[in-house]
């Protein structure tokens, strides 16, 4: 309610500065103290008096009732009542449709966004899978948080790019190398896939624990790779293309796109000129033939620069990285979303760029998410003990699949409906948490129709567009509120611009998440108990079918907002 909010701020200020001339109130200082109470019945937004009872030097109370009795005239947009210390205030109906519904219609998709990033650029890296792991469900995170930030970033104004920081170039790169020469073949991999590196992994993993000199071997391969040796850049290369091509299967089921992937083998020839600056400003130490960076006094372990044989380590690709993008995009912001296990490595490396002299370092972010755990149904596991994410999504899509085919198989583009609800489950029951939160991610009760689920609130849009398909060509013009659950409704989208904030400011697209079934909910109530289609009085019926519209088009963008897909039909 943030324009209501900004309007009553006015209001109450004038109000105050009237009956208190020294208090010296603003708008935006009643701004800032304004509440939702927890209880509706008393009000939409309340004003709790005892925070000003110190600068007014009077009780609550007779602040409150002092307030009131100078905010007559407002009939409008609020009425106002004092109650035990606070100013309560309900919006008007009249305001809930010149100052929410009509601003809404006329916005169409865009309510609810902002300028305010305008001429700013913000880099994202996100997703970033490492080329020869499992591409799993640990990424998740990363790659629907990722996104949604840089959604919401465009939909606030700024210029975003993303960026996919591939793990394509470390020790493990190595030991993708070592176990292919031993074990590998090609028409093999060529026909498996990903699924045929993953395998490879597995291999080299348990084998290594029987010799552990397989890791010398594979460190040895990896400081060829960055010698440029021949023969394993080309396999380097050739397992890249295979993972990039699944990627990218992943990718489009949820809709996403980078800007570019630049992974870590982009910025080997980045790295010589950060670690000359680091050894010009005295930084490095040699600590048993590694080059580090002594963080002691920082509370932190030390931040590795170079192994011994040389060879360059993940901080020292991030500080090259993060130079290149400064360069080369001028961003005002980078946010790098991973998992909370990665705090210390970026905690560390960021204190690296201070030291220095990187005086930018402070646009630089980390926004950390909790792990994933999967309960209940089975998931099929072909590496023991991770679930790829194209399997949890495969099965996903399955089931809704299985439900379509049970209760409405004529659906047209039965396909494209049912991946858009099996990965939107997925993404919708993810996102429901705060993203610092371990979660246990559970299929049945993310595929559920009921509760706050990705399927309930798709299935609530493509409601509101099967009533605006049978409403025909009736004018969307007229009416007013007669019932309460119309004017819920409108105070549920009255809400969203300032989710939309909250989201951005809290790096949180739970905020979103938990927004849609808000409105989604007051949505069906207003359904179940207000003829739309059916109502009598043309005038109702037309006022019913704009709030249909209106929350519909919020519906839609909010999803969008999380990565989720809106079909018009389910
Ligand atoms: N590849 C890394 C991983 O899977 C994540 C990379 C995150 N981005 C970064 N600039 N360090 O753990």
């Not at 070592?178 to 395998?199: H, I, Q, T």
């Not at 080997?268 to 930084?283: E, F, I, N, S, Y």
């Not at 130490?285 to 044989?309: N, Q, T």
Request: charged share 25%; proline share 4%.
């Amino acid at each position: 309610m943030l324009d209501f909010k900004n309007k009553v701020s006015e209001i109450i200020s004038a109000a105050v500065l009237a009956a208190y001339p020294d208090s010296g109130l603003d708008a935006q200082a009643v701004f800032d103290m304004l509440e939702y109470p927890p209880d509706a019945e008393m009000g939409d937004v309340a004003l709790p008096c005892f925070k000003l009872s110190k600068v007014l030097r009077a009780a609550p109370p007779k602040i409150a009732e002092t307030i009131v009795s100078g905010l007559s005239g407002n009939d409008d947009l609020f009425t106002a009542t004092s109650a035990g210390g606070y100013i309560n205030l309900k919006v008007a109906d009249k305001y809930l449709v010149s100052g929410v519904l009509e601003v809404a219609e006329e916005k169409g998709e865009s309510y609810g966004s902002f300028d305010f990033g305008e001429g700013k650029t913000v880099v994202l890296d996100y997703s970033s899978p490492n080329t020869s792991k499992p591409f799993h469900i640990g990424h998740l995170g990363t790659t629907v948080i990722g996104h949604s930030l840089k959604l919401l970033h465009e939909f606030c104004g700024y210029n975003c790019i993303g960026i996919n920081h591939l793990g394509d170039w470390g020790t493990q790169n190595g030991k993708q190398i070592v176990a292919f020469k031993r074990w590998g073949n090609k028409e093999e991999v060529e026909a498996k896939g990903c699924d045929g590196l993953v395998e490879l992994y597995v291999k080299f993993h348990e084998e290594a624990e029987k010799d552990p000199s397989l890791n010398d071997e594979a460190r040895a391969e990896f400081k060829k790779m960055e010698e440029h040796d021949p023969e394993n850049i080309e396999l380097w290369k050739w397992f890249l293309d295979i993972s990039l091509k699944e990627y990218k299967v992943t990718y489009d089921q949820l809709g996403i796109t980078f800007d570019h992937y630049l992974g870590e083998s982009f910025y080997t020839d980045k790295m010589p000129a950060q670690v000359q600056l680091l050894r010009d400003k005295g930084l490095l130490k040699i600590d048993d033939g590694a080059s580090i960076v002594d963080l002691e006094e920082y509370g932190m372990p030390p931040c590795l620069i170079l192994k011994k044989d040389g060879s360059t380590l993940y901080p020292t690709r991030d500080i090259a990285a993060a130079v290149y993008r400064k360069n080369t995009f001028n961003f005002d912001k980078c946010i790098y979303v991973t998992s909370a296990g990665q705090s210390l490595h970026f905690a560390q490396w960021f204190k690296v760029m201070e030291l220095m002299g990187y005086d930018w370092v402070g646009e630089l972010s980390h926004v950390p998410y909790g792990t994933v755990s999967i309960g209940g149904a089975k998931l099929a596991t072909r590496t023991g003990n991770v679930v790829l994410l194209k399997d949890l999504f495969a099965q996903a899509i399955e089931k809704v699949n299985a439900v379509i085919e049970e209760k409405n198989p004529e659906l047209e583009d039965r396909d494209a409906v049912a991946e858009a609800v099996g990965v939107g489950a997925v993404v919708f029951h993810y996102l429901y948490n705060s993203r610092i939160k371990d979660i246990n991610f559970i299929m049945d009760n993310a595929l559920s129709f009921e509760g706050a689920t990705g399927p309930y609130a798709q299935y609530t849009y493509a409601r509101t567009c099967s009533i605006l398909e049978k409403a025909g060509d009736t004018a969307l013009a007229g009416g007013n509120i007669t019932m309460a659950e119309e004017g819920d409704l409108l105070r549920a989208v009255a809400k969203f611009p300032e989710r939309v904030l909250q989201a951005m400011d809290d790096s949180e697209p739970s905020v979103i998440t938990r927004y849609i079934i808000e409105l989604a909910t007051a949505f069906n109530r207003f359904y179940h108990n207000c003829p739309i289609n059916t109502a009598e009085d043309a005038a109702v019926k037309a006022f019913r079918l704009r709030l249909t519209k209106v929350c519909g088009n919020v519906l839609k963008t909010a999803l969008g907002l999380i990565c989720i897909k809106a079909p018009k039909k389910i």
